[in-house]
């Protein structure tokens, strides 16, 4: 579903800017899409990461996502989400992931500007590689806990 929104919105004709900042995005809403989603994924993640200690309130005392790919990941891991990423073979997808959870959060606290038309295209491009990175940690970390299988990856088409 936000996947579909995002796509509505990326596809939707622009409309007149007057009255509106040039260096503010009018699909600034596909930033906040793409990181809700984002977030989602996560929380489906962690759940699987944790399944095996259903008495654990890690999860419950830092409901925060950034806390999560920092303190909570590092305690679990040795390291934080995004050097994961990296180590993973996704070091681009790390880098967008902090600029877009960075700029999203300035949008949130009152600097429109944050989300501009640059990182709407580079969200929309990164698309595919988020989802990937996603299922390569998601097999890493959490599969053979409580019967949690590998997610299935596909080849994207040339």
């Known amino acids: 579903m936000l996947l579909g929104l995002m796509r509505n919105e990326w596809e939707r004709p622009l409309t007149d800017s007057a009255g509106i900042s040039g260096r503010v995005s009018q699909r600034l809403v596909i930033v906040i899409l793409f990181w809700t989603a984002f977030e989602v994924l996560m929380e489906r993640f962690f759940e699987a990461a944790f399944a095996d ?6 999860l419950r005392r830092t409901p925060n996502i950034g806390q999560r790919l920092d303190r909570v990941y590092r305690d679990r891991w040795g390291k934080t989400f995004w050097d994961d990423l990296a180590d993973t073979g996704y070091p681009e997808v790390a880098r967008h992931l902090q600029t877009v959870q960075h700029r999203r959060n300035a949008f949130i606290h009152g600097n429109a500007e944050a989300i501009d038309d640059a990182l709407v295209a580079s969200t929309i491009a990164s ?3 988020v989802q990937l990175a996603w299922i390569a940690l998601f097999n890493k970390r959490c599969t053979g806990r409580q019967n949690k299988i590998p997610v299935w990856a596909f080849e994207p088409k040339p």
């Open 53 to 58: 200690d259903p008495e654990s309130k890690e």
């Open 127 to 129: 698309l595919l590689d």
